[in-house]
C-alpha cells in the first residue's frame, strides 16, 4: 500500500477522508502518525456532535504531544470509532483501516471534492521544510 492511498483525499492538518455511502469517514494521515510518535490517547466528540470545515472535533496525545484533530468538512458527526478508547495504537497500527476516527454525514458533499488528492498532498509534504 502505498503511505497516500489513492482513494482518500487529504488535508494540509494532515487528516484523511473516505466517501463511504452517503457518509464521510476521518482519519488521520501516516505523516501525522509519524509526527505524533505512539499514540496513547484519542479524544473524540460524541456521536450527534455538529462540526465546521476545519473546525476542532477531537484531540490526540502521544508520547511526544497533544494535537487537535480538524474535520475537513462541516456535517454531523454519526460514528464515532470506540474502539479507539481502549486501543489507541490502532492509529499507529492501521491509520487508514482500524485507526479511523469519526464518520460524518456532510452538510455539503460537494466539499469532498475540494479536498487534496493523494498526488496533491505528497506535493504538500515535500513543500514544507
Not at 68 to 90: D, H, K, M, Y
Not at 116 to 128: G, I, T
Amino acid at each position: 500500500m502505498s503511505d497516500y492511498p489513492s482513494d482518500l483525499k487529504y488535508t494540509n492538518e494532515h487528516e484523511w477522508a473516505k466517501r463511504d455511502g452517503d457518509l464521510i469517514r476521518i482519519g488521520i494521515t501516516l505523516h501525522a502518525v509519524e509526527q505524533l510518535g505512539d499514540v496513547t490517547l484519542v479524544d473524540l466528540p460524541e456521536v450527534g456532535t455538529q462540526v465546521e470545515t476545519n473546525g476542532h472535533f477531537g484531540d490526540i496525545e502521544s508520547v511526544k504531544a497533544v494535537s487537535e484533530l480538524f474535520s475537513p468538512l462541516a456535517g454531523e458527526i454519526v460514528e464515532v470509532n470506540e474502539r479507539l478508547a481502549e486501543a489507541p495504537e490502532l492509529v499507529n497500527d492501521a491509520p487508514y483501516g482500524e485507526g479511523w476516527m469519526v464518520a460524518i454525514r456532510p452538510s455539503d458533499s460537494s466539499q469532498f471534492d475540494g479536498l487534496m488528492d493523494a498526488e496533491a498532498y505528497q506535493e504538500f509534504l515535500a513543500s514544507r521544510p
